[in-house]
């Protein structure tokens, strides 16, 4: 059976897509939009998924779980971490990647510690290259 994805966010919305999915007009429950009937995707990649709607989704809901800062030292170095194994500079770090890796490794930081700590994924993102630079230099 195929995965089917909100056409916006593109995050999944269910899993028993094997014909048109969905058979009548639903909202997805991540982004909130309307998806008319059978017109949700089954064809999307879940490691390429980059859209600026599925980042929002992930970033409010790590905001309404009212996380706990987390030590900026340790973001900056989960961040790196994080670029490394995407093979990425770590300001070109995308959240959905980090949010990814970091729900499998229970070492580094939750996105809304992350957020939590530096109050934007940019301004996260731009601490940890300015140390990374500050260490190099």
């Known amino acids: 059976m195929a995965t089917a ?3 916006h966010c593109l995050l999944p919305i269910g899993d028993d897509a094997d014909g048109p999915f969905p058979a009548q007009r639903m909202r997805c429950p ?9 017109r949700a995707r089954t064809d999307v990649d879940p490691a390429t998924v980059s859209s600026g709607s599925a980042a929002g989704v992930l970033a409010n ?3 309404r779980e009212d996380a706990e800062a987390a030590d900026p030292l ?3 170095e989960a961040l790196r971490t994080v670029a490394a194994r995407v093979e990425v500079p770590v300001a070109r770090l995308r959240m959905l990647d980090y949010e990814r ?12 510690s992350v957020l939590a700590s530096a109050g934007s994924w940019k301004k996260a ?4 290259a300015d140390a990374l630079a500050a260490s190099d230099g």
């Open 5 to 7: 994805h909100c056409p």
């Open 30 to 38: 991540h982004c909130r939009l309307g998806i008319a009937a059978g």
């Open 61 to 63: 809901a790590a905001r």
């Open 74 to 76: 340790v973001v900056a």
């Open 101 to 112: 890796l970091s729900a499998a490794d229970a070492e580094l930081p939750a996105l809304g």
């Open 125 to 128: 993102r731009q601490a940890a």
